[in-house]
């Protein structure tokens, strides 16, 4: 079975710089499991992983824009030191959660000049090749069990498009219209 939407595949990879770092790899451990089209890995990855078959083994060079994207240096901030409470002594290369509006967001301290630090919320990757080899160990059609977590929920409970019961009609308990957005569909008033 070749690779393609709701595929379930497992592989084994090694990823690495361009200077050949090895930065993660699946080597000793479970192979990586992810559905095909559900953008549970980079893009970039996921657009090479198309039309492979078990036993395929090949190299995949991804680009910044199709990995973890360039490197915005507006992502970086000037704090006061005195912002990470109940850290004694803050350390270039630690790594802390903010409290964003979005939900937590992963930083790292970039430096530390006596009580301040510039912080980066850039994901470490960022305007960087991804230079992954790649075996493809399994690929199976997904079951609806795999694809549930992936399935559009109405507020009402009920999946797309049966929301608005597939013509627009409002099924959520009330008159209305049914929109889909956001994640969620919602009765509105007409």
Do not use: W
């Amino acid at each position: 079975m070749k690779i393609a939407d709701k595929s379930v595949v497992l592989m084994h990879y090694t990823l690495t710089s361009d200077e050949g770092q090895v930065i993660d790899s699946s080597a000793g451990r479970d192979p990586l499991q992810y559905i095909q089209g559900m953008h549970m890995i980079v893009v970039g990855l996921e657009k090479a992983m198309y039309d492979h078959e078990v036993g395929d083994k090949f190299d995949v060079k991804v680009i910044p824009s199709e990995g973890y994207g360039e490197y915005d240096e507006r992502m970086t901030q000037e704090v006061p030191v005195s912002v990470f409470q109940g850290v004694d002594k803050v350390e270039a290369g630690m790594q802390f959660y903010a409290q964003t509006p979005a939900g937590p967001m992963p930083i790292r301290v970039k430096s530390v000049d006596g009580d301040k630090a510039v912080i980066d919320a850039n994901h470490e990757l960022a305007g960087k090749n991804l230079n992954f080899a790649i075996e493809v160990v399994e690929v199976r059609e997904a079951t609806e069990q795999d694809l549930a977590p992936f399935q559009h929920q109405c507020k009402c409970g009920k999946g797309e498009g049966e929301c608005c019961g597939g013509n627009g009609e409002c099924e959520c308990g009330g008159e209305g219209e049914c929109k889909c957005g956001e994640g969620q569909c919602e009765c509105k008033d007409k």
